[in-house]
């Protein structure tokens, strides 16, 4: 793999960070502004819109000038928009600097996928995507903890200077190591939005909405069933977190793997089987152990999801993979949303803790419901087009 995807791993790792770090600061931050925590969770809800409405926006905006010096202007806002939380003497000047800081996210995500598959071979596209995306992974693992410790010892602000810190390492390792890809012809608004007319691409995106949002059904609420269901701490939430970040990676490291080999097999494997673990954690919750286990197992099972969506989206979006790259990124903060909004209406429906569980198996079932319509149309469309192609030879007589 080219040293060009550590720079797009690096600003995944801090982008990550700070999409995730919030959550563990929000008791902090809501002190300093004088607000409940669920006003500071504006913060987080502010970040996700921001992802879905900055995703196509600065792909859009982008499509005149070359990639990489996209990539370098996303991180530089990523810098400035982390620094902006850092500095905010109030919540909503706080909520416009999370809001900058999102907007870089999706677009950063969506142009660096298309990036890293044009460094390397055909057959080796899923596992270049995977390198970019195991910076996010690992972020839940290294960089969510330790800027939440960081931001408890020492003050949450501390911990945004950092994540800004990362963002402008990530921006002069893109300058240094990503060589200057010409911009594609064609290359414009017109020609990218093409690529939403292929079914095929719509149909990648809702399996993106409805696969990982089952995950973000469950882990939203992993804090308040972990404490009242299975017994956890409150202290022990962060490292069941880190576990889900373990999960997160393997499964990258999976998708990454085979994606390239067999795709379409491995979602119906990946999005069955997290339907089946979601299900299966509304009885798991009640133990310790096979608690943690399940986690780890939504987690490796939901991000094995992540490098062959995306790739399945540039496959069907080929000529014009930009935006539809960056909207699929839109569409897995999307699913979060939308998964973690469902989550909160059984809980208050009195259902308990472990309810968003079926919700989050419901979304996985049903987006494998849509891989398998996607892989039939795919075939029957193969059986159209082989069966035109002899009849179009066949000489007429008169």
Same mark, same amino acid.
């Given at each position: ?337 939308? %998964? #973690?909004? +469902?989550?909160?209406? /059984?809980? !208050? *429906?009195? &259902? ?7 919700? $989050? @198996?419901?979304?996985? %079932? #049903?987006? +494998?419901?849509?891989? /398998?319509? !996607? *892989?039939? &149309? ?7 087009? $082989? @069966?035109?192609?002899? %009849? #179009? ?6």
């Amino acid at each position: 793999m080219p040293l060009a995807l550590l720079a797009l791993a690096i600003g995944a790792f801090g982008i990550g960070t700070t999409e995730f770090v919030i959550m563990g600061l929000l008791p902090q931050i809501a002190g300093d502004y004088g607000v409940s925590v669920p006003t500071a969770g504006l913060l987080v809800t502010g970040y996700a819109l921001g992802v879905v409405i900055g995703a196509p926006l600065m792909t859009v905006l982008g499509t005149r000038i070359s990639r990489k010096t996209m990539l370098m202007l996303l991180m530089g806002l990523f810098v400035v928009g982390n620094l902006l939380s850092a500095a905010a003497p109030n919540l909503p000047l706080m909520l416009v600097g999370r809001i900058v800081t999102s907007l870089a996210h999706g677009a950063f995500f969506g142009i660096g996928s298309v990036v890293a598959a044009e460094l390397v071979a055909p057959d080796k596209k899923a596992g270049a995507i995977a390198t970019m995306f195991t910076g996010l992974t690992v972020a839940n693992v290294v960089g969510v903890p330790l800027g939440t410790y960081i931001g408890q010892a020492v003050g949450w602000r501390t911990t945004f200077v950092g994540v800004a810190a990362l963002g402008l390492l990530g921006l002069l390792g893109i300058a240094r190591l990503v060589p200057a890809l010409p911009r594609p012809e064609g290359g414009h608004l017109r020609g990218e939005l093409t690529a939403f007319r292929n079914p095929q691409v719509l149909l990648a995106m809702a399996m993106t909405v409805l696969g990982f949002g089952g995950v973000f059904a469950a882990i939203t609420y992993i804090a308040p069933m972990m404490t009242h269901v299975a017994g956890y701490s409150d202290g022990a939430v962060t490292w069941l977190l880190v576990l889900f970040g373990v999960g997160m990676f393997l499964g990258n490291l999976l998708g990454g793997k085979y994606a390239d080999r067999r795709l379409m097999p491995l979602l119906y494997g990946t999005l069955g089987g997290l339907a089946l673990v979601l299900a299966l954690f509304t009885l798991t919750a009640h133990n310790k152990i096979a608690a943690a286990v399940t986690i780890l197992l939504v987690g490796a099972l939901g991000f094995a999801t992540v490098p062959p969506l995306q790739k399945r989206v540039l496959d069907q979006a080929h000529g014009a993979p930009t935006l539809a790259s960056a909207v699929n990124i839109g569409a897995f903060n999307l699913g979060n949303a939308l %998964a #973690a909004w +469902l989550g909160g209406l /059984v809980i !208050s *429906a009195g &259902l308990g803790y472990t309810a968003p569980n079926w919700v $989050g @198996a419901l979304l996985a %079932a #049903a987006a +494998l419901v849509l891989a /398998v319509w !996607s *892989a039939a &149309l795919e075939r029957r469309d193969h059986r159209s087009a $082989g @069966a035109v192609a002899p %009849a #179009a030879r066949i000489p007429v007589h008169q």
